[in-house]
C-alpha cells in the first residue's frame, strides 16, 4: 500500500549538503586539535575560509550525488576521491595566494581525516536513506512503457522492483502489445493519456521502440502538459551495460559508447599493480598456507597435490589453471562438472572445496598474469565451446582477464551451472562487472568473497 507522499522530500538534498559541511568543519577542527599536540600550526581564520569555498566550488561542480537514487557503495568511495581531490585542488589553488610556504603536514592529517569522514557519513547516510525509502517515504511515483521483442521496459521494472530502497513505485506500466502477467499493467498506449490526466506521476520511462515516432512525440507532449519528467529507455541487449554518452551534431543527438574502464592504461595498470602486489604477499607466506593443505591432499588419495586443467582465459586465449586436488584421479574432470555429492570428492576435498581453500594456487596463475584477483571464473575449454553457441554475448565475459572471485560468485551464483539460466545468470553479472569496472568494486567483492567463505556459501561444492 503506498502512503502519502511528504512534502518534504526536495530538502533532503540540501540536508545532505550541510552535513557535508558540518564534516568538512569539523574535520579541520580535529587537524588544529591534532597539530596542536605536536607543536605544529595549520593557518587560523585565513584556512578555514578557503577551505570554505572550496566546499562550495566542490559543491558547484559535483552537484548531482545527492540527487542520485541509485548508487553502489563502490560508486560512493570513488565520488568520495573525486570530491576530495578536486577540494585539495581548488584549495590548494587559493592558498598559494596567502602563503609563501606551504606546510604539508597538517595537510595531509585534514584530508586524511577529511576523506575517512565523508566517506563514512556517505555510505551510513545512504543506508539510512535507504531504508527510509523502503519503508515507503520519500519515494517517485512512475510510470514505465515498454513493448517489442527486446523489452527494456520490463527489465528496467524488475531492476527497480529488486530493491525498494531506491525509492520508486512504479504506479503504471504500458505496453503496446498485452502484459496481463505484470501486476502494475494498466493497459496499451492509447489509455497512458487518461491515466496521466487522473493519477499523480512524477516520472515517466518510456521503453518502447522507436518504430512510430509519432506516438513518442505524443507520450512526450503528454509527459510535458502534465509536468512529468521524461525518460527514453533504448532499445539494447540486457547484456549490453556499459555507460554510454550524449554527443551531437548540430540538432541530431548522438549516442556514444563510454570507453572500456580497463582499455584504459592508467586503470590496467592499477588492477595489475595489486594483483601482483596480493598475489606475491601469499606466495611468500606459501609455505605455511600451502604446506598443510598439501599434505592433507596426499594423505586423502594417491595423486598429485595440484589439479591442472586448461581454461579459457583473456581474449579466448587457454591457459592452465591451478587447484589443490580435491577429486580422486579420474578420466571425466575435464568435461563433467563437479555436482554436491559427486563420488570424485574425497573428504578432505570436499572440505577444501567449500571453504574455497582449493582455489588458493591460482594465485601462481595471478602473478603470472594468467588471471586476476577480481574477474570472471575461468570456465573449462569444453564449456566455452558449448556455452558460446548457446548464450547470446557468452565471449563478452573474456574481454577482461579471469579471476579468483567474481561479481557472479558474491551474487549467488556459485557452483554448477546444470540449468541454461544460471550461466546466463553468471554471463549477465561478469559483463557488466567488465563494463562499471572500478578499484572500489574489486575492494568490495574481495571483501564479499571473505565474508562469504567464513560464513559458508551453499553454492560452494
Not at 600550526?41 to 584556512?47: E, T
Not at 584549495?91 to 597538517?106: G, H, Q, R, T, Y
Not at 591432499?297 to 591442472?308: A, E, H, I, N
Not at 574432470?333 to 591460482?362: H, M, N, V, W, Y
Amino acid at each position: 500500500m503506498l502512503r502519502v507522499k511528504g512534502r518534504y522530500g526536495h530538502f533532503i538534498r540540501w540536508i545532505f549538503l550541510l552535513v557535508d559541511f558540518l564534516v568538512l568543519n569539523m574535520s579541520l577542527v580535529l587537524t588544529w586539535w591534532a597539530v596542536s599536540t605536536m607543536q605544529d600550526s595549520f593557518g587560523g581564520k585565513q584556512v578555514w575560509l578557503m577551505l570554505n569555498l572550496s566546499f562550495f566550488v566542490v559543491v558547484y561542480v559535483l552537484s548531482t550525488f545527492h540527487d542520485k537514487r541509485v548508487v553502489y557503495i563502490d560508486r560512493v568511495l570513488v565520488l568520495v576521491v573525486k570530491y576530495v581531490l578536486l577540494h585539495f585542488v581548488v584549495f590548494l589553488m587559493l592558498l598559494s595566494f596567502v602563503e609563501d610556504a606551504i606546510n604539508w603536514k597538517p595537510l595531509v592529517i585534514f584530508y586524511s581525516i577529511f576523506s575517512l569522514s565523508l566517506a563514512l557519513w556517505w555510505i551510513v547516510s545512504r543506508k539510512v536513506l535507504k531504508w527510509y525509502r523502503s519503508k515507503g517515504y520519500n519515494y517517485k511515483r512512475i510510470v514505465i512503457i515498454g513493448g517489442g521483442s527486446a523489452d527494456a521496459g520490463r527489465r528496467l521494472m524488475e531492476q527497480l522492483e529488486q530493491d525498494q530502497g531506491y525509492g520508486y513505485q512504479i504506479v503504471g506500466f504500458f505496453s503496446t502489445t498485452p502484459a496481463a502477467d505484470v501486476p502494475s499493467y494498466r493497459g496499451e498506449i492509447s489509455d497512458l493519456e487518461d491515466f496521466l490526466n487522473n493519477n499523480s506521476v512524477d516520472e515517466l520511462y518510456c521503453a518502447m521502440p522507436e518504430n512510430d515516432r509519432q506516438e513518442l512525440q505524443h507520450i512526450i507532449r503528454l509527459a510535458e502538459r502534465n509536468a512529468i519528467n521524461f525518460y527514453y529507455v533504448p532499445q539494447f541487449s540486457k547484456y549490453i551495460s556499459r555507460r554510454f554518452e550524449i554527443e551531437s551534431f548540430g540538432s541530431v543527438p548522438v549516442l556514444s559508447i563510454h570507453p572500456h574502464p580497463l582499455n584504459n592504461p592508467f586503470n590496467k595498470a592499477i588492477k595489475r599493480a595489486f594483483d601482483l602486489l596480493v598475489s606475491s604477499l601469499v606466495l611468500l607466506l606459501s609455505p605455511i598456507i600451502f604446506l598443510p593443505i598439501a599434505i592433507g591432499v596426499k594423505l586423502s588419495s594417491p595423486g598429485p597435490v595440484f589439479f591442472r586443467q586448461e581454461r579459457t582465459g583473456y581474449r579466448g586465449k587457454s591457459f592452465i589453471c591451478l587447484k589443490f586436488r580435491s577429486m580422486r584421479v579420474n578420466d571425466k574432470s575435464d568435461s563433467l562438472q563437479a555436482t554436491k555429492d559427486d563420488p570424485r570428492k574425497t573428504k578432505f576435498g570436499d572440505f577444501i572445496r567449500r571453504t574455497s581453500l582449493d582455489e588458493l594456487p591460482q594465485f601462481i596463475n595471478v602473478f603470472l598474469g594468467d588471471m586476476s584477483i577480481v574477474g570472471p571464473r575461468p570456465h573449462m575449454v569444453q564449456q566455452t565451446q558449448e556455452y558460446s553457441e548457446l548464450i547470446d554475448k557468452y565471449m563478452l565475459r573474456h574481454i577482461i582477464k579471469p579471476g579468483i572471485t567474481g561479481w557472479a560468485q558474491v551474487n549467488g551464483f556459485r557452483g554448477p551451472t546444470d540449468e541454461l539460466w544460471k550461466m546466463e545468470k553468471r554471463v549477465e553479472f561478469d559483463a557488466w562487472y567488465a563494463e562499471n569496472w572500478n578499484f572500489m568494486l574489486d575492494l568490495k567483492i574481495i571483501f564479499l568473497t571473505v565474508v562469504n567463505a567464513i560464513r559458508g556459501d551453499q553454492n560452494a561444492i
